[in-house]
């Protein structure tokens, strides 16, 4: 017969598997509809915006040729004409440098999904055809919640995994033994989820280590600043699938980064929650409260199950009893003496 406790592991174990595998196929089909979705309208954008830089190009050759006789005033009213034909070109120089490195690519769009997914959002890349909005409205309704089952069974594997390593080393404090584990783990995920991973971004996008490891924190907190995204800079001489494939890469490390630093935040917190119980008991050791000690007080007291008000009672019967043996001790040798209460002879006489 199986063991319980295996069989549980193995459902975890599948669970996370299967999750994980539906989130990538989510992932991945998502992508493709997307690019289906958008790519068409990039192109023509990126088609009118090479026209536009035509026509102010031939606008700007037939405006200097037509000069003649240049005076400050006719100057002045051309360098006019030409900045605001460049004013009016950067829309369209930004849609043509775009269209050299298009952005609704699978590699790309990929990326994209998984910033929907994980609710990174960095704006540099939206749906701007009404069924690319209409569509990425229920792609996120639905990944959303997926991608919170998948970083949970994750999270449950690798807490688990932080669970047994615990109970293998015996330990007489296991308080402190749980916090350095807690830290180790820490620090491994700093060094794997920020630390190499900037210094690779360093080494791709020209950034410096510093401006590396702001956007793995960004990324991973899941803010999202937008201000710095892997892929866009122009200094990247990447090829449009070595792109591709770098920025599935770089999907694939938010996922794992991610799922690895919500694991370490809900270990942080069950670790200060054990800490202020720890050191409520202790403190509670030390210095017991009144009620504690008045308790202590009639415990003390009573002997056998027998209260402290019955054998205070219990003493002054027996004080009564030897009052009145002494009375009649003194009447029996014929001494006067003052007669004892009554009660007391009763209480003899019983």
Not at 22 to 46: C, D, K, M, N, T
Not at 70 to 81: D, H, K, S, Y
Not at 92 to 102: E, G, I, L, W, Y
Request: net charge neutral; with cysteine.
């Amino acid at each position: 017969m199986a063991c319980p406790k295996c069989c549980t592991t193995w459902n975890v174990y599948w669970q996370a598997f299967t999750f994980s595998l539906i989130l990538v196929l989510y992932l991945i089909i998502g992508g493709g509809i997307f690019v289906a979705l958008e790519q068409p309208a990039e192109s023509e954008r990126a088609a009118e915006a090479v026209r536009q830089i035509q026509v102010a190009n031939e606008t700007i050759l037939r405006t200097v040729l037509n000069i003649s006789n240049l005076t400050e005033e006719r100057a002045q009213n051309v360098t006019n004409q030409v900045l605001a034909i460049l004013s009016e070109l950067a829309p369209q120089v930004v849609a043509a440098n775009k269209a050299r490195t298009p952005l609704w690519q699978l590699g790309p769009a990929i990326f994209f999904t998984t910033t929907v997914v994980t609710t990174i959002g960095y704006g540099n890349i939206a749906p701007s055809t009404p069924g690319g909005q209409t569509f990425f409205v229920f792609y996120a309704i639905a990944g959303i919640p997926l991608a919170l089952i998948v970083f949970s069974s994750i999270g449950t594997i690798l807490s688990n995994a932080l669970g047994s390593l615990v109970g293998r080393i015996k330990s007489k404090r296991p308080l402190p033994l749980k916090i350095a584990v807690v830290v180790g783990a820490i620090i491994t995920g700093l060094v794997l989820c920020i630390f190499i991973p900037a210094i690779i971004f360093m080494a791709i996008e020209g950034w410096t280590y510093r401006q590396s490891a702001y956007y793995c924190v960004v990324s991973l907190t899941t803010i999202g600043f937008g201000d710095f995204v892997p892929g866009q800079s122009t200094s990247t001489d990447l090829s449009v699938g070595v792109r591709g494939v770098y920025k599935v890469c770089t999907a694939c490390w938010l996922l794992f980064g991610i799922a690895f630093l919500s694991l370490l935040i809900a270990e942080v917190q069950k670790l200060f929650t054990a800490s202020v119980a720890a050191i409520n008991k202790l403190f509670k050791k030390e210095k017991p409260d009144e009620g504690t000690k008045e308790l202590g007080k009639v415990d003390s007291s009573a002997e056998h199950g027998v209260p402290l008000e019955t054998k205070q009672e219990s003493q002054t019967a027996r004080e009564q009893n030897a009052a009145a043996l002494e009375h009649k001790t003194t009447v029996d040798q014929g001494t006067p003496k003052e007669a004892p209460p009554l009660s007391t002879v009763e209480t003899d006489a019983k």
